[in-house]
């Protein structure tokens, strides 16, 4: 489905990155892993190369545009294109209610999830323009849908991530770049791993979900791998 396709994923030292980049390999592509943990990341590289894949672990902090415009050019350096990109890094940030949401842990979030995903998109389209096309993966949250009480730096970057997501596949479509986001409900991964632990919220969490439990990254990134594959050629700003 991705066979030959080179294919580069932020966030990838844990959780659903790392689990897109093994359902990538598994797929034939050739994995660019991404994250600001080196030490996990070349694991991920190494699980990748473990299961028969071709993988490269390059470190970038997706909240500096340099490091984002420097990941995209090692890829091409490397493999010599950019054909998928997902844009996964992401953290929860501080927990409170609007009034008491600590001024840096707002800067943070939206750096990260919201402009970390605009400087991702900024210099892969490019290369993606240059290659003859591409897919990007944007990775919201169905917090890009709804909002949860103590998390509005989360909520709103989410959202803003579908409107960029919107934005850019009207602008690139045409060109060839098609260009989705990906909205989780809640997944077991190190991310809500204290929200699990509590058992009240776990079992508020678990009731949210209709299916009656949480997600595991895989089942993330087989809808990610879809999205990047030729397969999705007719859906774009999803
Ligand atoms: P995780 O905490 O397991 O993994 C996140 C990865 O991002 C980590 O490896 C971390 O080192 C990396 N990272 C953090 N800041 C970074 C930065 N500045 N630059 C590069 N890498 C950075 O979390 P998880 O759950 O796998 O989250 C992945 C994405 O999925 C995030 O965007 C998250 O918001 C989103 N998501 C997660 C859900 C969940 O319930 N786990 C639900 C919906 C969306």
């Not at 840096?104 to 995903?117: E, M, T």
């Not at 058992?199 to 979900?209: R, T």
Request: charge should be negative; include cysteine.
């Amino acid at each position: 489905m991705l066979k030959n396709k080179v294919a580069l994923v932020t966030g990838a030292s844990s959780g659903i990155g790392r689990a897109i980049a093994l359902v990538w390999a598994r797929e034939g592509a050739k994995v660019v892993v991404s994250d600001v943990n080196v030490q996990a990341g070349e694991e991920t590289a190494a699980l990748v190369r473990a299961a028969g894949g071709d993988a490269i672990f390059v470190a970038a902090d997706v909240g500096k545009p340099e490091d984002c415009d420097a990941l995209v050019q090692r890829t091409v350096a490397h493999y010599g294109r950019l054909d998928v990109a997902c844009n996964n890094a992401g953290i929860g940030g501080p927990q409170a209610p609007t009034a008491d949401y600590p001024l840096d842990g707002w800067a943070q979030v939206i750096n990260i999830n919201l402009s970390g995903v605009f400087y991702g998109m900024k210099y892969q389209i490019a290369a993606m323009l240059q290659g003859g096309g591409g897919s990007v993966v944007n990775i919201a949250s169905i917090l890009g849908a709804v909002a949860f009480p103590t998390a509005p730096a989360y909520t709103a970057a989410k959202h803003g991530v579908l409107g960029l997501t919107k934005a850019a596949a009207l602008e690139y479509s045409a060109h060839g770049v098609r260009i989705n986001a990906v909205g989780p409900a809640f997944i077991h991964t190190p991310m809500i791993a204290a929200l699990e632990q509590d058992a009240g919220v776990n079992a508020m969490l678990v009731g949210a979900h209709p299916i009656g439990r949480l997600g595991q990254p895989g089942e993330v990134a087989e809808l990610v791998a879809w999205l990047g594959s030729d397969r999705a050629s007719f859906v774009t700003g999803a």
